[in-house]
């Protein structure tokens, strides 16, 4: 990379050492005439698995933010809550409501039986167009690694978010060590090894750049790759600790990290893969339907997909506190990109960033009153600070709001039957 000239410099670029790149964050270096309009719009989808409620008490603006939606309190301004939609996808006369509410959630269609056969997904048709020019198209993100079959549906169906269409489910990462080298690293897994046995960073290589490049920058951007770089050192010892004792030289651990541990890596990375340019359109299957993780973690033994079908008073409060446990790794995920700036606001000014899950009620098995938020303003498009009820209306027509904010133009997607107003 020439660093004596901006001519022909990218918006994004990196910083190269032998075998190793490190995507560089946006910097006013590289777009001294800029603006807000000209800025990267994303989209992050996370699926919460087995079901959840958290329907505010009031709507518009100034909503209460209640159990378990607490921990958005410090994102409030970029929080609209919907409520009322409907996945009509996921009906079905037949068993499998999880199976269908997982595929149906980004595809807009009921998957065909027993499959896998699914239409393409909302993130891939996104990406296309968001992502364009970007190192990864997007990233594909699972809690877990398998699902049982259900109700004689393909697997696939209980752990697979984002499909590329019809039989191809979209690759997806469960590791968060493999993530962490398809963002920062391209040296082989036993020159990682190596290197951490000697106690060197990945930075190590790529030192002679970043001095280089700290000469032509000003004051606030060697301010902020400073604080960037010493955030992929600090990640970097993470992942070193979780993986050193599970992946020997030549392989990679699939197994052996605490859940709580990976949800974690995972929002730590999807923001460095978003603050890098690295991909602009993300999925987050935080754990399969049907999923039995337990959460004995935060107290709730035992597992999830059995407490779902608990519709007692005590059930309904395991799930709540289920789902506030996740609300809270999401919220920290949100606050660090409201924490960096871009020009004229923050990451999150033009992010779009859906948290929700097929089924609004997992003891009964409904897709009625699904759940979903959204945190982000998209470049102005949505207001934020909201709870919006649209009533019996399709879920799929937040697809489409979703994709004309986020300047994708789209008239139709699934079962939509219009848009919603988000502004």
């Known amino acids: 990379m020439s660093l ?16 190793t790149f490190i995507s560089l964050p946006l910097l006013e270096y590289f777009m001294p005439a800029a603006n807000a309009a000209a800025l990267p719009k994303r989209v992050v989808y996370c699926y919460m698995p087995n079901g959840g409620k958290w329907k505010p008490s009031a709507t518009g603006s100034g909503f209460p933010l209640e159990m378990p939606l607490q921990d958005l309190a410090v994102v409030k301004d970029y929080v609209t809550v919907i409520s009322g939609l409907k996945l009509g996808p ?17 595809s807009g269609t009921t998957p065909k039986f027993p499959g896998p056969n699914v239409t393409t997904t909302i993130d891939i048709t996104l990406s296309k167009t968001l ?5 990864v198209a997007n990233l594909c993100l699972a809690g877990e690694e398998h699902a049982a079959a259900e109700s004689g549906y393909t697997a696939d169906y209980q752990s697979c978010l984002s499909w590329l269409g019809g039989a191809s489910p979209n690759s997806r990462d469960v590791d968060p060590a493999v993530v962490f080298d398809r963002i920062f690293g391209a040296d082989t897994r036993a020159d990682q090894n190596a290197r951490l046995a000697a106690g060197k960073s990945i930075l190590d290589a790529v030192l002679a750049e970043a001095d280089s490049l700290n000469r032509v920058i000003g004051a606030s951007d060697r301010y902020r790759l400073k604080e960037y770089l010493q955030a992929v050192r600090d990640l970097e010892s993470r992942m070193s600790i979780v993986t050193a004792a599970t992946c020997p030289t030549g392989k990679r651990p699939a197994t052996g990290v605490a859940y709580e541990t990976r949800v974690k890596l995972f929002y730590d990375l999807l923001y460095h893969a978003l603050a890098c340019g690295v991909t602009n359109v993300a999925t987050f299957l935080l754990a399969s339907e049907s999923t039995n993780q337990s959460y004995d973690f935060i107290g709730i033994p035992g597992s999830h997909h059995d407490i779902s079908h608990d519709s007692s008073d005590a059930g309904y409060a395991k799930i709540a506190k289920i789902v506030a446990w996740h609300v809270g ?3 920290a995920f949100c606050q660090k990109l409201k924490a960096t700036p871009e020009i004229g606001g923050n990451m999150l000014d033009n992010s779009v960033l859906l948290m929700g899950g097929g089924l609004g009620d997992g003891a009964h098995h409904k897709h009625d009153e699904i759940p979903v938020f959204i ?5 102005g498009a949505i207001r934020g600070d909201q709870h919006l009820n649209f009533e019996g209306q399709a879920f ?16 139709q997607f699934g079962d939509s039957t219009g848009g919603l107003s988000l502004g």
Request: charged fraction near 15%; include cysteine.
């Open 4 to 19: 004596g000239t901006k001519k022909g410099i990218k918006r994004r670029s990196f910083l190269r050492g032998v075998g």
């Open 90 to 106: 996921a009906n079905s006369t037949i068993n499998g409501d999880h199976s269908r509410a997982l595929t149906a959630f980004l």
């Open 131 to 135: 992502s364009a020019g970007s190192r």
């Open 329 to 331: 790794q999401f919220s």
């Open 375 to 379: 945190v982000g303003k998209s470049g």
């Open 396 to 411: 799929c027509n937040l697809h489409v709001a979703i994709a004309n904010a986020l300047g994708v133009t789209m008239a």
